[in-house]
């Protein structure tokens, strides 16, 4: 159980297009869903918290009008990379915590986004 | 602020052999909750533990263990009879309890490679 679809695994694009990236939980409810970049050889930085129906909480230095979150029902949250550059490459994971869970429960991942600008 | 120390970055094995993998962390509460997750070379983070900050009792799955100890603010995980499967990149992570919305921290990972 707790499964975590994310969609794309991998997009190739060129300069100045949108992209989005799909975070579905598959058998679960979740109320907030947790989106994360990885530069290669990092770990996860957080960027934003996603909660259903309402807007995301993005961390400090994380540009919202860049990367657009939504987050529209129980099961899906979406990460829209505006006008991606190069400098916007990177491995994008995405995580949801069960619905009505509070910290002690785990995280479950998707499987990552990897995102290359030309 | 809370904060996740994995000082090791790199270790390298021979199969079979017991490895050890560090964390120490930081926090100003007293119920928080600690994580070990495991990202293969494939990118996908897979859950192995959960440990709240009540329950020092160490656990023991399989080839896996970990030692949790609160007076050293540690919670090391040991591989017994390593394998090459084990081959990945593994975070300790830890989260305060404060809710549904609260953010897991990240340490910065270890590469443990596991040679044949």
């Known amino acids: 159980g707790a499964v975590v679809s994310q969609h794309p695994s991998r997009v190739i694009c060129k300069s100045g297009t949108s992209v989005k990236i799909e975070c579905r939980s598959l058998?679960?409810?979740?109320?907030?869903m947790f989106w994360y970049r990885q530069f290669p050889k990092k770990s996860l930085m957080l960027m934003a918290t996603s909660n259903e129906g309402s807007k995301a909480t993005y961390e400090q230095g994380v540009e919202k009008d860049k990367f657009l979150i939504n987050h529209a029902s129980l099961t899906l949250s979406t990460l829209t990379v505006t006008s991606a550059h190069p400098e916007d490459s990177s491995f994008y994971i995405c995580?949801?915590?069960?619905?009505?869970?509070?910290?002690?429960?785990?995280?479950?991942f998707g499987d990552g986004t990897r995102l290359s600008i030309l | 602020a809370q904060k996740v120390t994995q000082a090791q970055t790199e270790i390298s094995v021979v199969e079979k052999e017991d490895v050890t993998l560090d964390c120490v962390y930081e926090?100003?509460?007293?119920?928080?909750?600690l994580f070990w997750y495991k990202q293969p070379p494939s990118g996908e983070l897979v859950f192995l533990i959960r440990r709240n900050s009540f329950d020092e009792q160490n656990e023991i799955s399989g080839r896996y263990s970990w030692n949790f100890q609160k007076s050293t603010s540690s919670f090391n995980f040991t591989i017994t009879a390593s394998q090459v499967v084990d081959s990945a990149v593994y975070f300790c992570a830890l989260s305060e309890a404060t809710g549904a919305n609260s953010k897991l921290t990240f340490g910065k990972g270890i590469t443990l490679s596991v040679r044949p």
């Open positions: 058998d679960f409810q979740a109320t907030t």
């Open positions: 995580s949801a915590r069960v619905r009505g869970g509070v910290s002690n429960q785990p995280q479950h």
């Open positions: 926090t100003r509460d007293t119920t928080y909750y």
